[in-house]
């Protein structure tokens, strides 16, 4: 049996929408501006038309059948609505849109961003084979970079253009399905995109780039809307990301890092921030790369691209802790605790940051093989 949305659903809705209605008045608007808190405007902005438009995409979601229903490989017992990346989406188009950011390269970045959701969304509601996925993908960043958006990690030669050509692509598209695959348990995926923008956002302020801190802002409101409704104490959730909403959050983060300058002081130590703060994702996706083709579950890189596994990290610790709220809060601090040493790079050498690296190296590898240890522990 599908579930209807219930009361308090419909009336956190509709007080959302009311704060949004406040909030855009010209005096409350004006007064954010004169008092030069514009990123907690935006922030405001985009959290409550989240909090309002997810009973409206869970209504949509009910009525056109875009519904994820149980199976052995999902957490959930019940049929849940999966528009709630398109809520998002709107939110956080909406106070971008109310704050005339949409300019330059952001204005493209979205573009490319909205492509994601609409595959995703076809996904959710009829199924698209993962090489289309892919083709669309590769597709998003070609825009991004054609706006002038990509790494440059190697020298403007040639060849070294061409490395940051395949090392954007490498970044955007790993990342967004290393954050889609972390859609597994409740609160999880909205809680990375809340922490990764937000450190985003704290470093874009401190290395005076406001336009990336608003868009951070941004992003980090609509998922906090979206956790009202998806992490729930003791309660399944209310709707979920899909497919729509984890590849649109997790391009759009991915984007981001791209178009954000890290470091004052040398390419190496600017791309190791982002290193870090994605350290989780980066982490998770080398971790279950390496696995299958060891383990010889793939062998081949269209069987990677179809291959649908239980072996991600939050499906390793729920194994190892049993209970889903502990291994959610243990990849939160695990994300923090990378992105606290982000913050330590602004004006780091490249010796300090080879060192923060390190450090990150060293915890992600401890985190391994007690994984390892208390797997092997728990088996016969």
Known sequence: ???TAPPAMRWTGLWGLAVAGLIVLPPVAGWFQEVGHRWLFIFL?????SVGAMPLCHWAALRLGIIDRPDSRKRHARPTPKLGGVAIYIAMLGALAANSILVEGMGVLVGAATMMLVIGLLDDWRGVPASWRLIVQMAAVVVVMLSGQMLTLFPQTLPGQLANLALTALWIIGITNAFNFFDGLDGL????AIIIAGFMGVIAFQMHQPLLGWMSAALVGASLGFLFYNWRWKRPALIFLGDSGASFVGFMLASLAVTGDWSSRDPLVSISNPLLIFGVLIFDMVH?????LVSGRV????????????????????????????AVWFIFLLNIALGLAALELRDATLTEALLLLLQAVIILVLVTLLEYHGHRDRTP
Do not use: K
């Open 1 to 3: 049996m599908i579930p």
């Open 45 to 49: 902005l985009s959290l409550s038309l």
């Open 189 to 192: 995926a909205g809680g990375l």
């Open 288 to 292: 279950i790369t390496v696995a299958r």
């Open 299 to 326: 062998r081949t890189f269209q069987e990677w691209i179809d291959y649908v596994g239980t072996d991600h990290l939050h499906h390793r610790l729920l194994e190892l802790l049993r209970r889903p709220a502990m």
